[in-house]
T-cell receptor, first 110, second 114 residues
């Protein structure tokens, strides 16, 4: 069965520091991958998506993600984190519906 | 106006009560979904519908039922609510012609069962 693993439940970074959130997937075919962000008390907003082609995809708010088939990974990165990036981040793979990871909560400290 | 709306946004109810959560969309999408979110568990699929005559169970459908009243409306019912159904519920839509199945989410309904 398809699955998504986000190994880090909670990450704390300093404002201005770089960020990498990990995502590993299990899927038999070519995966369609997504990263969503959920700010406190809000719904889900799509950050970026990967379908095919260039393995480095750019998203909104300065985020990017790199698809690595050999590692079954789709890690999310940002070079310099802002306090407003504090939120919960979900990785998902499309399989009919979406299969989500359990999320990584990002805290940003001054 | 939001493309995917959910009503109510917040609801507190008692154990044993019947409750309906409603989802409407103006995106013209054929596919609609209901997910629930629990802390530390991410989002899990309850039911989904690929058109008006199509209803499918998801990962955690027990205790829930759905109705697809029209292309634009997809309701989730809890026939007899229990406390462990306290969660944040999301409706989502996607376009049948989109083979990648990108989904668009509503704002969520926070349900508390006492």
């Amino acid at each position: 069965a398809q699955s998504v693993t986000q190994p880090d439940i909670h990450i704390t970074v300093s404002e201005g520091a770089s960020l990498e959130l990990r995502c590993n997937y299990s899927y038999g075919a070519t995966p369609y991958l997504f990263w969503y962000v959920q700010s406190p008390g809000q719904g889900l907003q799509l950050l970026l998506k990967y379908f095919s082609g260039d393995t480095l995809v750019q998203g909104i708010k300065g985020f990017e993600a790199e698809f690595k088939r050999s590692q079954s990974s789709f890690n999310l990165r940002k070079p310099s984190v802002h306090w407003s990036d504090a939120a919960e981040y979900f990785c998902a793979v499309a399989s009919g519906a979406l299969v989500f990871g359990k999320g990584t909560r990002l805290s940003v400290i001054a | 106006d939001a493309d995917v709306t959910q009503t109510p946004r917040n609801r507190i109810t008692k154990t044993g009560k019947r409750i309906m959560l409603e989802c409407s969309q103006t995106k013209g999408h054929d596919r609609m979904y209901w997910y629930r979110q629990d802390p530390g568990l991410g989002l899990r699929l309850i039911y989904y519908s690929f058109d008006v005559k199509d209803i499918n169970k998801g990962e955690i459908s027990d205790g829930y039922s759905v109705s697809r009243q029209a292309q634009a409306k997809f309701s989730l019912s809890l026939e007899s609510a229990i406390p462990n159904q306290t969660a944040l519920y999301f409706c989502a839509t996607s376009d049948l012609s989109d083979s990648y199945n990108e989904q668009f989410f509503g704002p969520g309904t926070r349900l508390t069962v006492l």
